[in-house]
Protein backbone atom coordinates (compact mmCIF):
# COMPACT_ATOMS: atom_id res chain seq x y z
CA UNK A 1 0.00 0.00 0.00
CA UNK A 2 0.96 3.29 -0.68
CA UNK A 3 2.69 5.37 2.51
CA UNK A 4 1.68 8.79 3.55
CA UNK A 5 1.72 11.39 1.32
CA UNK A 6 3.08 9.23 -1.66
CA UNK A 7 1.43 9.87 -4.70
CA UNK A 8 0.47 7.17 -7.10
CA UNK A 9 -0.06 8.09 -10.90
CA UNK A 10 -2.29 5.13 -13.16
CA UNK A 11 -4.40 5.41 -16.25
CA UNK A 12 -7.90 4.26 -14.15
CA UNK A 13 -8.52 4.39 -10.63
CA UNK A 14 -11.51 2.10 -9.70
CA UNK A 15 -13.34 3.34 -6.48
CA UNK A 16 -14.99 0.24 -4.22
CA UNK A 17 -14.82 -3.43 -4.77
CA UNK A 18 -18.15 -5.04 -4.39
CA UNK A 19 -19.97 -6.58 -7.99
CA UNK A 20 -19.47 -3.17 -10.02
CA UNK A 21 -15.74 -2.49 -8.65
CA UNK A 22 -14.35 -5.92 -9.22
CA UNK A 23 -15.78 -6.33 -12.61
CA UNK A 24 -14.78 -2.95 -13.96
CA UNK A 25 -11.38 -4.45 -12.22
CA UNK A 26 -11.38 -7.31 -14.18
CA UNK A 27 -11.97 -5.94 -18.20
CA UNK A 28 -9.89 -2.94 -17.60
CA UNK A 29 -6.87 -5.38 -16.56
CA UNK A 30 -7.84 -7.68 -19.43
CA UNK A 31 -7.97 -4.42 -21.48
CA UNK A 32 -4.00 -4.12 -20.20
CA UNK A 33 -5.75 -0.42 -18.48
CA UNK A 34 -3.62 -1.36 -15.31
CA UNK A 35 -6.37 -0.61 -13.03
CA UNK A 36 -5.94 0.31 -9.79
CA UNK A 37 -8.89 -0.63 -7.22
CA UNK A 38 -9.49 1.04 -3.70
CA UNK A 39 -11.44 -1.52 -1.78
CA UNK A 40 -13.11 0.69 0.57
CA UNK A 41 -14.88 0.73 4.07
CA UNK A 42 -16.41 -2.28 3.30
CA UNK A 43 -14.30 -4.97 1.58
CA UNK A 44 -16.38 -7.00 -1.04
CA UNK A 45 -19.50 -4.36 -0.67
CA UNK A 46 -22.84 -5.57 0.77
CA UNK A 47 -22.75 -9.16 -0.09
CA UNK A 48 -20.15 -9.80 2.36
CA UNK A 49 -22.72 -9.02 5.31
CA UNK A 50 -25.32 -11.68 3.37
CA UNK A 51 -24.92 -15.32 3.81
CA UNK A 52 -26.29 -17.52 1.07
CA UNK A 53 -26.28 -15.95 -2.46
CA UNK A 54 -28.52 -18.27 -4.78
CA UNK A 55 -29.67 -15.74 -7.60
CA UNK A 56 -25.73 -14.88 -9.17
CA UNK A 57 -25.89 -16.53 -12.07
CA UNK A 58 -23.04 -19.76 -12.29
CA UNK A 59 -23.78 -21.03 -8.61
CA UNK A 60 -26.60 -23.57 -8.90
CA UNK A 61 -26.08 -24.73 -5.13
CA UNK A 62 -25.42 -20.93 -3.88
CA UNK A 63 -22.22 -19.40 -2.17
CA UNK A 64 -21.11 -17.57 0.54
CA UNK A 65 -21.70 -13.96 0.00
CA UNK A 66 -17.96 -13.46 1.04
CA UNK A 67 -16.96 -16.01 -1.05
CA UNK A 68 -18.23 -14.89 -3.74
CA UNK A 69 -16.21 -11.38 -3.47
CA UNK A 70 -13.16 -12.97 -2.59
CA UNK A 71 -13.43 -14.97 -5.42
CA UNK A 72 -14.30 -11.63 -7.93
CA UNK A 73 -11.43 -10.34 -6.08
CA UNK A 74 -8.98 -12.54 -6.76
CA UNK A 75 -9.89 -13.05 -10.39
CA UNK A 76 -9.22 -8.72 -10.71
CA UNK A 77 -5.85 -9.25 -8.62
CA UNK A 78 -5.27 -12.12 -11.77
CA UNK A 79 -5.18 -9.88 -14.37
CA UNK A 80 -3.15 -7.41 -12.94
CA UNK A 81 -5.39 -5.00 -10.89
CA UNK A 82 -3.33 -3.75 -7.86
CA UNK A 83 -5.71 -3.38 -4.94
CA UNK A 84 -5.44 -0.86 -2.30
CA UNK A 85 -6.70 -1.52 1.18
CA UNK A 86 -7.86 2.08 1.94
CA UNK A 87 -10.61 4.10 1.26
CA UNK A 88 -10.98 7.72 -0.57
CA UNK A 89 -11.79 10.42 1.62
CA UNK A 90 -11.44 13.45 -0.73
CA UNK A 91 -11.62 14.24 -4.62
CA UNK A 92 -10.73 16.54 -6.72
CA UNK A 93 -12.36 15.42 -10.38
CA UNK A 94 -11.62 19.32 -11.81
CA UNK A 95 -8.35 18.93 -13.01
CA UNK A 96 -6.42 16.36 -15.25
CA UNK A 97 -5.21 13.82 -13.97
CA UNK A 98 -8.03 13.14 -11.42
CA UNK A 99 -7.11 13.50 -7.63
CA UNK A 100 -7.91 11.16 -5.27
CA UNK A 101 -6.90 11.71 -0.97
CA UNK A 102 -6.81 8.30 0.82
CA UNK A 103 -7.57 8.50 4.42
CA UNK A 104 -3.66 7.52 5.22
CA UNK A 105 -2.69 11.29 3.23
CA UNK A 106 -1.68 9.54 -0.05
CA UNK A 107 -3.26 9.94 -3.37
CA UNK A 108 -3.74 8.10 -6.51
CA UNK A 109 -4.13 10.30 -9.63
CA UNK A 110 -5.77 9.02 -12.44
CA UNK A 111 -6.51 9.92 -16.10
CA UNK A 112 -9.91 8.42 -15.49
CA UNK A 113 -11.83 6.53 -12.74
CA UNK A 114 -14.60 4.69 -12.25
CA UNK A 115 -16.79 5.46 -9.60
CA UNK A 116 -18.17 1.77 -7.24
CA UNK A 117 -18.77 2.99 -4.10
CA UNK A 118 -22.24 1.28 -3.71
CA UNK A 119 -25.11 2.35 -1.45
CA UNK A 120 -26.07 1.24 2.19
CA UNK A 121 -29.63 0.51 3.23
CA UNK A 122 -30.50 3.02 6.29
CA UNK A 123 -31.12 0.58 9.42
CA UNK A 124 -32.69 1.38 12.71
CA UNK A 125 -29.09 1.67 14.35
CA UNK A 126 -30.18 -1.39 17.10
CA UNK A 127 -27.03 -3.49 18.33
CA UNK A 128 -29.33 -6.80 17.48
CA UNK A 129 -29.36 -5.52 13.21
CA UNK A 130 -25.68 -5.98 13.16
CA UNK A 131 -25.45 -9.18 15.37
CA UNK A 132 -28.59 -11.17 13.33
CA UNK A 133 -27.75 -9.96 9.63
CA UNK A 134 -28.26 -12.53 7.47
CA UNK A 135 -29.69 -14.74 10.30
CA UNK A 136 -32.89 -13.58 10.03
CA UNK A 137 -32.20 -9.31 9.56
CA UNK A 138 -32.26 -8.23 5.99
CA UNK A 139 -32.42 -5.35 3.65
CA UNK A 140 -33.20 -7.01 0.21
CA UNK A 141 -36.24 -9.19 -0.31
CA UNK A 142 -35.42 -10.06 -3.44
CA UNK A 143 -32.08 -11.27 -2.48
CA UNK A 144 -33.19 -12.99 0.68
CA UNK A 145 -37.14 -13.95 0.52
CA UNK A 146 -36.93 -17.28 -0.85
CA UNK A 147 -35.03 -18.24 2.60
CA UNK A 148 -38.57 -17.62 4.37
CA UNK A 149 -40.58 -20.51 3.13
CA UNK A 150 -43.63 -20.66 5.00
CA UNK A 151 -42.80 -19.00 8.18
CA UNK A 152 -43.96 -15.25 9.12
CA UNK A 153 -41.74 -11.87 8.64
CA UNK A 154 -41.89 -8.61 9.72
CA UNK A 155 -40.83 -5.60 6.77
CA UNK A 156 -40.37 -2.34 9.05
CA UNK A 157 -41.38 0.98 6.62
CA UNK A 158 -44.14 2.41 5.45
CA UNK A 159 -43.47 3.91 1.78
CA UNK A 160 -43.79 2.64 -1.50
CA UNK A 161 -40.05 0.56 -0.90
CA UNK A 162 -41.81 -1.37 2.30
CA UNK A 163 -44.81 -2.78 0.28
CA UNK A 164 -43.02 -3.49 -2.79
CA UNK A 165 -41.05 -5.81 -0.60
CA UNK A 166 -44.12 -7.05 1.29
CA UNK A 167 -45.41 -7.81 -1.71
CA UNK A 168 -42.36 -9.50 -2.90
CA UNK A 169 -42.46 -11.69 0.36
CA UNK A 170 -46.12 -12.75 0.05
CA UNK A 171 -44.50 -15.48 -2.55
CA UNK A 172 -42.58 -16.91 0.14
CA UNK A 173 -43.50 -15.74 3.39
CA UNK A 174 -46.22 -17.50 5.58
CA UNK A 175 -47.65 -14.03 6.79
CA UNK A 176 -46.14 -10.65 6.19
CA UNK A 177 -46.54 -7.88 8.69
CA UNK A 178 -45.43 -4.16 8.23
CA UNK A 179 -44.54 -2.24 11.07
CA UNK A 180 -45.35 1.41 10.54
CA UNK A 181 -44.81 4.59 12.70
CA UNK A 182 -47.43 6.03 11.84
CA UNK A 183 -51.22 5.00 11.32
CA UNK A 184 -51.47 5.67 7.42
CA UNK A 185 -48.99 4.67 4.54
CA UNK A 186 -46.70 6.87 3.17
CA UNK A 187 -46.74 4.75 -0.11
CA UNK A 188 -48.46 6.04 -3.16
CA UNK A 189 -52.17 4.89 -3.72
CA UNK A 190 -52.03 2.08 -5.85
CA UNK A 191 -49.65 0.39 -3.73
CA UNK A 192 -51.57 0.68 -0.49
CA UNK A 193 -54.95 -0.75 -2.48
CA UNK A 194 -52.42 -3.96 -3.48
CA UNK A 195 -51.06 -4.03 0.63
CA UNK A 196 -54.89 -3.70 1.50
CA UNK A 197 -55.91 -6.79 -0.62
CA UNK A 198 -53.50 -8.94 -0.32
CA UNK A 199 -54.58 -10.95 2.21
CA UNK A 200 -51.51 -12.52 3.52
CA UNK A 201 -50.23 -8.71 5.04
CA UNK A 202 -51.35 -7.52 7.74
CA UNK A 203 -50.76 -3.68 8.95
CA UNK A 204 -48.93 -3.05 12.38
CA UNK A 205 -49.78 0.61 12.79
CA UNK A 206 -48.24 2.80 15.29
CA UNK A 207 -45.14 1.34 16.40
CA UNK A 208 -41.44 1.33 16.48
CA UNK A 209 -39.19 -1.55 16.59
CA UNK A 210 -36.67 -1.45 20.22
CA UNK A 211 -34.92 -4.94 19.52
CA UNK A 212 -34.80 -8.03 17.43
CA UNK A 213 -35.21 -10.90 19.56
CA UNK A 214 -32.91 -13.83 18.58
CA UNK A 215 -29.57 -15.19 18.45
CA UNK A 216 -26.70 -15.71 16.06
CA UNK A 217 -27.28 -19.80 16.25
CA UNK A 218 -30.85 -19.43 15.93
CA UNK A 219 -31.90 -16.60 13.83
CA UNK A 220 -34.67 -13.93 14.52
CA UNK A 221 -37.42 -15.09 16.66
CA UNK A 222 -39.19 -12.02 16.91
CA UNK A 223 -39.51 -8.12 17.48
CA UNK A 224 -40.20 -6.10 20.49
CA UNK A 225 -42.50 -2.88 19.77
CA UNK A 226 -43.71 -0.30 21.46
CA UNK A 227 -46.90 1.66 20.49
CA UNK A 228 -46.01 5.04 19.96
CA UNK A 229 -50.04 6.29 21.21
CA UNK A 230 -49.99 4.38 24.30
CA UNK A 231 -46.51 3.14 25.10
CA UNK A 232 -47.47 -0.50 24.94
CA UNK A 233 -44.71 -2.42 24.59
CA UNK A 234 -44.85 -6.28 23.33
CA UNK A 235 -42.96 -9.02 21.24
CA UNK A 236 -44.07 -9.27 17.59
CA UNK A 237 -43.08 -13.30 17.00
CA UNK A 238 -41.54 -13.73 13.48
CA UNK A 239 -38.28 -15.13 11.78
CA UNK A 240 -37.52 -12.24 9.76
CA UNK A 241 -37.05 -8.80 9.45
CA UNK A 242 -36.80 -6.85 6.40
CA UNK A 243 -35.73 -2.84 6.93
CA UNK A 244 -37.80 -1.07 4.00
CA UNK A 245 -36.27 2.50 5.57
CA UNK A 246 -34.49 3.53 2.42
CA UNK A 247 -30.61 3.40 1.29
CA UNK A 248 -28.28 5.56 1.28
CA UNK A 249 -25.46 5.90 -1.19
CA UNK A 250 -22.22 6.05 -0.36
CA UNK A 251 -21.21 9.42 -2.62
CA UNK A 252 -20.86 12.15 -0.02
CA UNK A 253 -16.81 12.55 -0.95
CA UNK A 254 -17.95 13.33 -4.42
CA UNK A 255 -20.62 15.93 -3.53
CA UNK A 256 -19.85 19.11 -5.27
CA UNK A 257 -17.62 17.28 -7.75
CA UNK A 258 -20.45 15.89 -9.91
CA UNK A 259 -24.05 15.63 -10.35
CA UNK A 260 -25.93 13.60 -7.73
CA UNK A 261 -29.62 12.89 -7.67
CA UNK A 262 -31.69 14.54 -5.02
CA UNK A 263 -30.81 11.34 -2.96
CA UNK A 264 -27.25 11.53 -3.39
CA UNK A 265 -27.15 9.10 -6.14
CA UNK A 266 -24.38 9.70 -9.34
CA UNK A 267 -26.59 11.31 -12.11
CA UNK A 268 -25.50 9.80 -14.78
CA UNK A 269 -25.01 11.86 -17.97
CA UNK A 270 -26.56 9.93 -20.75
CA UNK A 271 -29.05 7.04 -20.42
CA UNK A 272 -27.40 3.27 -21.07
CA UNK A 273 -23.93 4.77 -20.34
CA UNK A 274 -21.92 4.78 -17.12
CA UNK A 275 -21.26 8.73 -18.04
CA UNK A 276 -21.01 11.06 -15.37
CA UNK A 277 -20.94 15.23 -15.70
CA UNK A 278 -17.60 14.99 -15.37
CA UNK A 279 -15.57 13.69 -18.67
CA UNK A 280 -13.30 10.47 -17.58
CA UNK A 281 -15.47 9.86 -14.43
CA UNK A 282 -17.87 6.69 -14.79
CA UNK A 283 -20.20 5.19 -12.31
CA UNK A 284 -21.79 1.53 -11.58
CA UNK A 285 -23.05 -0.23 -9.33
CA UNK A 286 -25.84 1.16 -6.51
CA UNK A 287 -24.10 4.29 -6.32
CA UNK A 288 -25.84 5.29 -9.23
CA UNK A 289 -28.57 2.87 -9.22
CA UNK A 290 -31.95 3.74 -6.79
CA UNK A 291 -33.70 0.99 -8.22
CA UNK A 292 -32.49 -2.69 -8.70
CA UNK A 293 -29.48 -3.20 -6.54
CA UNK A 294 -28.76 -6.51 -7.64
CA UNK A 295 -25.54 -7.56 -7.28
CA UNK A 296 -25.61 -8.76 -11.14
CA UNK A 297 -27.08 -5.89 -12.55
CA UNK A 298 -23.95 -3.85 -10.47
CA UNK A 299 -21.56 -6.32 -12.24
CA UNK A 300 -22.95 -5.46 -15.79
CA UNK A 301 -22.88 -1.83 -15.09
CA UNK A 302 -19.34 -2.41 -13.97
CA UNK A 303 -18.34 -4.33 -17.48
CA UNK A 304 -19.99 -1.27 -18.98
CA UNK A 305 -17.99 1.28 -17.21
CA UNK A 306 -14.77 -0.47 -17.92
CA UNK A 307 -15.44 -0.34 -21.37
CA UNK A 308 -16.74 3.30 -21.34
CA UNK A 309 -13.48 4.00 -19.71
CA UNK A 310 -11.34 2.37 -22.05
CA UNK A 311 -12.73 4.13 -25.01
CA UNK A 312 -12.77 7.25 -23.30
CA UNK A 313 -8.22 6.59 -22.81
CA UNK A 314 -8.32 5.39 -26.17
CA UNK A 315 -9.40 8.66 -27.42
CA UNK A 316 -7.99 11.18 -25.09
Known amino acids: MSTKNESTECKLAIIGSGPAGCTAAIYAARAG?????????QPGGQLTITTEV????????????????????????????????????????????????LDDGSSIK???IIIATGARA????????????GRGVSACATCDGFFFRDVPVA???????????????????????????RDTLRASRIMRERAEKNQKIEMVWNSVVLDIIGEESTGVEGVRLENVKTGEINDLPC????????????????????????????????????YTSVPGVFAAGDAADARYRQAITAAGTGCAAALDAERYLEES
Not at 155 to 178: C, H, N, P, Q, R
Not at 248 to 261: C, G
Open 33 to 41: LEPVLIEGL
Open 110 to 112: ADA
Open 54 to 101: ENFPGFPEGIQGTELMERCLEQARRFGTRIIRSSVKAANLSERPRELT
Open 122 to 133: RLLGLPAEQRLM
Open 155 to 181: VVGGGDSAIEEALFLTKFASKVMVIHR
Open 239 to 274: NGVFMAIGHEPSTDVFKRQLALTEKGYVKLAEPGTT
